[in-house]
C-alpha cells in the first residue's frame, strides 16, 4: 500500500538516506509522525518523535515539582 508513496518519500528524503523512504511513505500514507532518533528525517515534512519524548508522553501524569511550577 505505500510504495505509491515512494516517489514522494524518495523526493524528500533521497539525498540524505534514501533506504530510509519506506518509513517516510508510510508516514505518509498514514498522516503520522516517525518515531526515530535519524535527523534524517528532519525536515521531511513529516513531524519526528524521539524515544524520550514519546517516553514523556506515555508516562503518566504528574502533578510538577515546586521548581517547575514557579517556571
Not at 3 to 11: D, I, K, P, V, Y
Not at 32 to 52: K, L, Q, Y
Request: with cysteine.
Amino acid at each position: 500500500m505505500y510504495r505509491s508513496f515512494e516517489q514522494r518519500a524518495l523526493s524528500r528524503i533521497g539525498e540524505r538516506d534514501a533506504d530510509d523512504w519506506p518509513a517516510l511513505a508510510c508516514a505518509l500514507m498514514l498522516g503520522c509522525p516517525v518515531w526515530t532518533e535519524d535527523a534524517d528525517f528532519f525536515g521531511t515534512g513529516v513531524a519526528t518523535w524521539t524515544t524520550s519524548r514519546v517516553k514523556l508522553y506515555l508516562s503518566p501524569d504528574e502533578s510538577p515539582s515546586p521548581e517547575e511550577s514557579a517556571g
